[in-house]
């Protein structure tokens, strides 16, 4: 199968007026494996087709801190972390995104509500997330439901900053929507925010079965890019259907 390739803006469109969902999201980690594009497309909304760098696709993994969560500029949310799986995709009109094919979090009224209004696999999940003095993020998950048993964990440790990020540091991280399959169509959501101010990671240690909930598996278990984020504040709003 063939699947052009893309180049990724280091910036986002604008939106047009304040987004009615904003988040900041803090404290990510990005861990990220290669795998075949032929892998990645059975997964994806109807329209849209795998996302490829070099002729590859990759799936990543990535936990963060939603500090805090506010609608329409003025409801606060709360916060929860998040730990999720995650490939990229490309749609007819060439707009570039994330699919997510699992979404562990830790607070049960977003994880309802998010599965309610955009059709998002959240999963109600213990998670926790902790960042030592010498620098090193280390996080676990296990899932309550649905998919109960399935767990992961993983230990990073945080390097220098990266001042001129690569092609695959923008392709992985530069992306400014997500498309999601809900009420019978594929949905394009915005997502703007800074850019991520990114540094260098190892992975010391991960283990676990989120990748092989999600039907993926990897032929080499050395990821390709390992990412740190403080963190940015992004601004979330749906746009029209891809297509019916």
Do not use: C, K
Request: aromatic letters at 6%; charged letters at 20%; proline letters at 10%.
């Amino acid at each position: 199968m063939a699947h052009d390739e893309a180049t990724t803006s280091p910036s986002p469109p604008p939106l047009s007026g304040p987004p009615p969902l904003t988040q900041a999201w803090r404290d990510a980690v990005f861990v990220h494996w290669r795998v075949d594009p032929d892998q990645v497309a059975p997964l994806l909304p109807a329209h849209t087709r795998p996302d490829v760098l070099d002729g590859t696709a990759h799936v990543g993994l990535v936990a963060f801190r939603a500090r805090s969560t506010t609608a329409l500029a003025a409801v606060p949310l709360g916060g929860f972390n998040e730990v999720n799986v995650r490939v990229y995709s490309v749609d007819r009109r060439g707009r570039q995104g994330v699919v997510f094919l699992s979404m562990d979090a830790d607070a049960p009224h977003i994880v309802m509500a998010a599965r309610l209004l955009t059709g998002l696999p959240y999963t109600w999940s213990d998670v926790s997330l902790h960042a030592t003095a010498d620098g090193v993020r280390a996080g676990a998950v296990r899932r309550r439901a649905p998919g109960r048993g399935t767990r992961g964990h993983w230990r990073v440790a945080v390097e220098d900053p990266i001042t001129a990020p690569s092609p695959m540091e923008h392709f992985l991280t530069a992306r400014w929507g997500l498309h999601t399959a809900h009420l019978g169509a594929t949905q394009w959501l915005r997502v703007t925010h800074e850019p991520w101010p990114l540094y260098r990671a190892r992975l010391l240690e991960y283990r676990g079965d989120l990748l092989e909930a999600v039907g993926l598996s990897v032929t080499d278990p050395q990821p390709v890019s390992v990412l740190w984020s403080p963190g940015v504040t992004a601004g979330l709003r749906p746009t029209l259907a891809v297509a019916r």
